[in-house]
């Protein structure tokens, strides 16, 4: 059996520029039996850990450095043995949560990762944050958007280190270009597909908003 996906929604704050809001947040597991990643161990990491079971935990990888997304990511990480991946342009947020620290390695556009013979590629589409990276999953048509690209649009940018023409220009280069039928995991909220998407995403990129 190749890699399958798990959804497990957690719920929690979000906290930025001296506001805070209730959240619940998308957490993926993607793997097997023996092994699996976790993106984005949100909110709950008891929760995550009971999802996971016994298998064992590669590598968190992280979509961005807002606080609902990291904030028990090193708590996750360490109860499971696992390093944690984060971009390193959202340093200043990861630094927000833990002074002082880095993740344990860093994400890099092209980056690849590999569990149960599926294959993760990091696709870098700042916007939402100068950080924010999607996952591509060529050989299940999917894609972890985090919070780049949603089920009605693209991400929030009207926050601290964030920008919509950047959001724009990143989803036009790196997103509307996979196949249509890709399916797009999100970090909150439903699915979607990028066709799904596109028309939508075209009258945002031709109107600027």
Request: charged share 20%; with cysteine.
């Amino acid at each position: 059996m190749g890699a399958q996906i798990q959804n497990i929604i957690t719920s929690g704050t979000f906290s930025l520029d001296g506001g805070t809001w209730e959240v619940d947040n998308n957490v993926w597991i993607i793997g097997d039996d023996s092994e699996v990643f976790v993106i984005d161990p949100a909110h709950d990491p008891e929760k995550i850990r009971e999802a996971v079971g016994d298998r064992a935990v590669k590598a968190v990888l992280l979509t961005h450095g807002h606080d609902d997304h990291i904030r028990y990511a090193r708590e996750f990480a360490e109860a499971v043995a696992a390093p944690v991946f984060l971009n390193p342009a959202d340093q200043m947020l990861w630094e927000d949560v833990f002074p002082g620290t880095t993740a344990d390695h860093e994400i890099k556009d092209g980056d690849t990762f590999e569990v149960a013979g599926t294959t993760l590629v990091a696709l870098h589409t700042p916007g939402h944050s100068p950080g924010s990276t999607c996952f591509h999953v060529p050989d299940l048509d999917t894609l972890f958007s985090g919070d780049t690209l949603f089920n009605g649009g693209p991400g929030a940018t009207g926050r601290s280190h964030s920008s919509f023409e950047t959001i724009i220009d990143s989803i036009r280069e790196r997103l509307l270009t996979l196949p249509g039928h890709t399916v797009v995991n999100t970090g909150h909220g439903d699915g979607t597909t990028i066709g799904a998407e596109a028309p939508t995403l075209e009258k945002w990129i031709k109107n600027g908003k």
